[in-house]
């Protein structure tokens, strides 16, 4: 919850830079579920029950990637936290 509405929409940057570029898996869970990117990811890609339980800020930053994109030209292809904030690259 520490990370922000705008963090956590370039994280979405990430995956969908990820998912377009020929050095990835070309689909969302490949991008996901690939070995030592998304630690933890395993927990929830391969539920084999339906969760309904998204926070609205995770909602809010897929909407805020989908409709400003011109926002979100960065190129980032990856990310690390130190704890405090997420550093993009």
């Given amino acids: 919850n520490w990370i922000s509405t705008e963090d956590k929409a370039k994280v979405v940057e ?3 830079n990820r998912v377009n570029s020929s050095s990835f898996p070309n689909t969302i869970y490949g ?3 690939q070995p030592y ?3 933890g990811s ?3 890609a391969n539920l084999t029950t339906y969760t309904s339980y998204v926070s609205q800020s995770v909602k809010d930053a897929v909407t805020l990637y ?3 994109p011109e926002s ?3 190129g980032y292809i990856g990310f690390w936290g130190d704890g405090y904030s997420n550093h993009f690259y």
């Fill in 14 to 16: 990430v995956i969908m």
């Fill in 72 to 74: 979100f030209t960065q």
């Fill in 42 to 44: 395993y927990s929830y």
């Fill in 31 to 33: 991008v996901i579920t």
């Fill in 37 to 39: 990117q998304f630690s």
């Fill in 66 to 68: 989908f409709t400003q």
